[in-house]
């Protein structure tokens, strides 16, 4: 993961427009909420679980990382995931991937 994708996660925590963590990103898919699922390479589980609830929805999937810089980026423990509910930060970060 680039360090710029990395400060966008960060500041859309700061700004609130995220949600981590099982239930959170779970709750928040089944309301149809969020513009982008960032998930860390070494979650193989939530790797299966949130694509296929994700294409569902057509939501976009990203893929990058580990569970620890998933987790450092938003300043919390390792994440698996992090759904970003704002379509300017997701864009944002989209675009910073290369």
């Known amino acids: 993961m680039n360090t710029r994708t990395q400060s966008l996660i960060g500041i859309a925590r700061r700004a609130g427009k995220i949600a981590s963590g099982d239930a959170q990103i779970e709750a928040m898919v ?3 909420k969020g ?3 960032i998930i860390a390479e070494d979650a ?5 679980k949130y694509t296929l ?5 057509k939501l976009p999937v990203y893929v990058t990382g580990t569970k620890l ?3 450092r980026s938003i300043g919390l423990s390792p994440r698996s995931a992090v759904l970003i509910l704002d379509q300017g930060f997701a864009k944002a970060i989209l675009l910073a991937r290369s």
Not at 53 to 57: C, H, P, R
Request: cysteine-free; charged content about 30%.
């Open 44 to 48: 193989h589980g939530a790797q299966k």
């Open 69 to 71: 810089e998933l987790g």
């Open 53 to 57: 609830w994700a294409n569902d929805i």
């Open 30 to 32: 089944k309301k149809r």
């Open 35 to 37: 513009f982008l699922l």
